[in-house]
């Protein structure tokens, strides 16, 4: 596909019709029935473990949006809000949702962040959730405890259900905790001094004492080291879709979302994939993830690249294209597809490392390239062959 093929299409892109799209009353309307349908199959792929965080992510996205959301504390600071719950071991996604905001007209949602926890885990019956303080409350873990669902989340310190005794810590010694028990929600909230006039409030179903180990110099409880190990799920799922995305600057906010939603789904397939095939690639830990988008990539090209009729005028794409249809180890059938082959890559002048050398004693200043991957080399991996040496 060429370049303007490709911005042609991407320019067309819709995922409604316009004419019948009821704007006045949805705000995700362009995009609404794809994400529904996406969301749903997310839920019906993978069966997430027993430990489920929730938080929310940024899309990325500067442009002009009915919903448009500034985060001082992301990275991108400017994007798309989405509500999230992932696994907090493997970091699938399994449920999303686009905050959309407020109608003018309407009045501002209260315990808005009780209403996402348990939206977000509707059908994660016997599993842990651990969310922030936005979303942490009493009534929140009573309400999750009728669906056999066990919260563990920092709370605020403003919250009216915390007593007093939780709240003022500001005097107390560095690491020291203070515990308390509510029998009737079965949950247990402390109060730790990391550092001098600083502490942390926690609420937590899971646990139905608080240990502290002797060994710990930091005297940390459990309950807290049990938060830190399971509230990282949609961070890091934030991380591995940001290492690799699909996304290019764009000015329709549809197409920024539907992006995002092609990167969590490559994230979730490797995870999948990954729990089928756990020996695929073991030793190459490092670049699985990356190797594992490379070959889809290649099988979504394949169908299109094997109908091909006429071949380029580029030789990198030829070669790309016979080694698809694996005429290169058959061997070229006429001399003119050897020619293709073969063909002298073009002189640049750029210089750049070469590719097969070590990085320590790799310098910048080498212009000769591969005829056939185009890469920079140095004359040390350099050979030359004339042209009857080329021929099968």
């Known amino acids: 596909m060429s370049l303007p093929r490709f911005k042609e299409i991407n320019r067309c892109l819709r995922f409604d019709d316009k004419e019948q799209r009821d704007r006045h009353r949805d705000k995700l309307a362009p995009i609404r029935f794809i994400f529904d349908k996406w969301v749903q199959r997310l839920k019906v792929s993978y069966c997430v473990g027993d430990f489920v965080t929730v938080d929310e992510q940024l899309v990325p996205y500067r442009g002009r949006s009915p919903f448009t959301q500034y985060i001082p504390s992301k990275p991108a600071k400017y994007g798309l809000k989405l509500w999230v719950a992932a696994d907090a071991e493997t970091f699938y996604a399994y449920n999303m949702q686009v905050y959309v905001g407020r109608d003018r007209n309407c009045a501002t949602e209260v315990n808005q962040g009780q209403r996402v926890v348990l939206d977000m885990t509707e059908g994660l019956n016997g599993r842990n959730v651990t969310c922030d303080n936005f979303f942490t409350s009493r009534n929140l873990a009573i309400e999750l405890k009728k669906r056999q669902i066990t919260l563990v989340g920092t709370i605020r310190k403003n919250r009216k259900e915390i007593p007093p005794l939780l709240v003022d810590m500001k005097k107390k010694p560095v690491h020291h905790t203070e515990v308390l028990y509510d029998h009737h ?208």
């Open 185 to 392: 929600a079965r949950a247990c909230m402390l109060s730790y001094v990391p550092k001098k006039r600083k502490f942390v409030s926690l609420y937590s179903t899971y646990h139905s004492a608080v240990h502290i180990e002797d060994t710990d110099p930091e005297k940390k409880p459990d309950v807290i080291k049990f938060y830190n190990r399971t509230k990282g799920g949609v961070d890091v799922l934030d991380k591995l879709v940001g290492t690799y995305r699909c996304k290019r600057k764009v000015n329709r906010w549809p197409i920024a979302l539907f992006c995002n939603m092609l990167d969590v789904s490559a994230s979730n397939a490797y995870i999948i994939f990954v729990k089928l095939n756990p020996e695929w690639n073991i030793s190459k830990k490092g670049i699985r993830r990356r190797l594992f988008l490379i070959e889809v990539g290649e099988s979504l090209c394949v169908p299109s690249i094997e109908q091909r009729k006429h071949m380029p005028r580029c030789s990198n794409a030829v070669a790309v294209i016979q080694r698809v249809r694996n005429i290169a180890s058959e061997g070229p059938s006429t001399s003119q597809s050897s020619r293709h082959s073969m063909s002298r890559t073009p002189k640049s002048n750029k210089r750049a490392r070469c590719y097969m050398c070590p990085s320590k004693s790799n310098a910048n200043i080498y212009s000769a390239r591969c005829d056939k991957c185009a890469k920079y080399i140095c004359p040390a991996h350099r050979y030359i062959f004339c042209e009857k040496c080329t021929e099968p």
